[in-house]
Every structure is written in structure tokens, then in C-alpha cells.
């Protein structure tokens, strides 16, 4: 991996949320707002104890989009289907996703670098697994293959490798071609392709004493 990029913690977020805010209301020559308040235009969200419910679509998109970031980072379309699901008025969620978008507090290119990086090392997902995951968060096609692209084939086979090594040891005492099935079926649920995950499986039991004439080429049937 060329870049690492680290998750925002809940409070940090939450911070950059409102600093972000700040920065672009001082662009337009406004002052920034007290701790806990966020304004858009001449209206005003109510701060973090709350006094009362937004009043425009805008006002309340923007509430359930800090609330979510904070948390969490997500991508725009999470942030769109959450306003859609809350119902919010298109044009009014439009128009509040590229505001944040603007300020930087929704940004799915570091989203999905930030995405692979914590499920690679933290889950050992194979790049298939990953393109997987970050469509279903409507991560654009473009986005994705250059956030995976970032993991080379060198870096899986490795991961793949450290997972093969961690589990073989629960796998002693079964016949060779449980063993086989069960390491491989592990990795082929991880994204790994089927070349690539018989081959280090392979070696794997080949260097535990495996006659390597004995280890089928393929799968073996259930």
C-alpha cells in the first residue's frame, strides 16, 4: 500500500465537522459559530443539548448528516439514502450533500482508501472482497479501482499467507483434503482468488510434510 489513510475517531469528526463549517462561513465573510451551533443561511441548528427541532429540510438534513458523521465516516449515498429514508426532499438533500461535499466532510475517494487500508489489515479482505463492500456503500466504479488498485498482488499473497499460517494449526489431525478444502473455502470467502488461495495453501501443507504428489491441483468434492 502507497498511502495510509486513518479513520476519524467520533470526537475528531465531530470536530472537523464544525471546523469545517467555520472555515466556510469565514470565506463568506461570516463569523464562526459558537461551540455546539451550526447556521446555513439566516437559520440556526440547535446545539448538541438541543432546543428545539430543525425547521427547514435543509436545517434538518444537515442535523442527520452531522449526527451520522460523527459517528462514523460515510459515503454519499449513505448520507443520501439515510435523508431519503427520513424523508427529506430531494432538491433539499442535494443541496446539503454538496455543501458538505464542498467543505470536505463527505469525500468517498478517502473513504474508500480509508476502507481497504482498515479491512486488508484488520480482516485480511482480498481486493475482490473490498470492490464488493465499498459498492454496496455506492462508492463510485472509478473510486473503487483506484482504492484496491493501491493493494498489489505482492501485498495479498502475503496477507493471504498470514492467514493460512494462523488457521493451519487448527486444522492438524483433519485428512489432507479437509485441510485443503477448509484453508482454501477460507480464503475463497475472504475475496481471494481460487488460483491464488490453492497455491498458498498448497505450500503451506507442503512445508508441514505434505507429499506434494498427493495434493490435488483443484477443490476436492464434498
Known amino acids: 500500500m502507497t498511502r495510509r489513510t486513518e479513520w476519524p475517531d467520533s470526537a475528531g469528526f465531530g470536530s472537523a465537522a464544525g471546523d469545517a463549517e467555520n472555515r466556510s462561513r469565514r470565506n463568506r465573510g461570516a463569523a464562526p459559530e459558537e461551540d455546539g451551533a451550526v447556521r446555513d443561511g439566516g437559520g440556526s441548528l440547535p446545539s448538541r443539548a438541543g432546543s428545539g427541532p430543525p425547521r427547514t429540510p435543509e436545517e434538518q438534513a444537515r442535523a442527520i448528516c452531522l449526527r451520522l458523521l460523527t459517528g462514523s465516516a460515510r459515503t454519499r449515498r449513505q448520507l443520501a439514502d ?22 470536505g ?23 475482490r472482497a473490498l470492490a464488493r463492500e ?6 463510485d466504479s472509478a473510486l473503487i479501482d483506484e482504492a484496491v488498485g493501491r493493494l498489489d498482488a505482492e501485498q495479498e499473497e502475503s496477507t493471504a499467507r498470514e492467514l493460512v499460517a494462523r488457521k493451519l494449526r487448527t486444522t492438524r489431525g483433519l485428512d489432507r483434503d479437509k485441510r485443503l478444502r477448509r484453508l482454501a473455502g477460507m480464503l475463497a470467502r475472504k475475496g481471494y482468488p481460487e488460483g491464488l488461495a490453492l497455491r498458498v495453501v498448497r505450500r503451506a501443507l507442503e512445508e508441514e510434510g505434505e507429499d506434494p504428489d498427493l495434493l490435488d491441483h483443484h477443490l476436492p468434492d464434498d
Request: hydrophobic share 45%.
Open 82 to 103: 439515510a435523508l431519503r429514508e427520513r424523508g427529506i426532499p430531494d432538491e433539499a438533500a442535494e443541496e446539503v450533500l454538496a455543501r458538505f461535499e464542498d467543505v
Open 105 to 127: 466532510l463527505i469525500d468517498d475517494a478517502a473513504f474508500a482508501d480509508a476502507w481497504v487500508e482498515s479491512r486488508h489489515h484488520g480482516r485480511g479482505l482480498a481486493r
Open 134 to 139: 465499498l459498492r454496496t456503500k455506492g462508492v
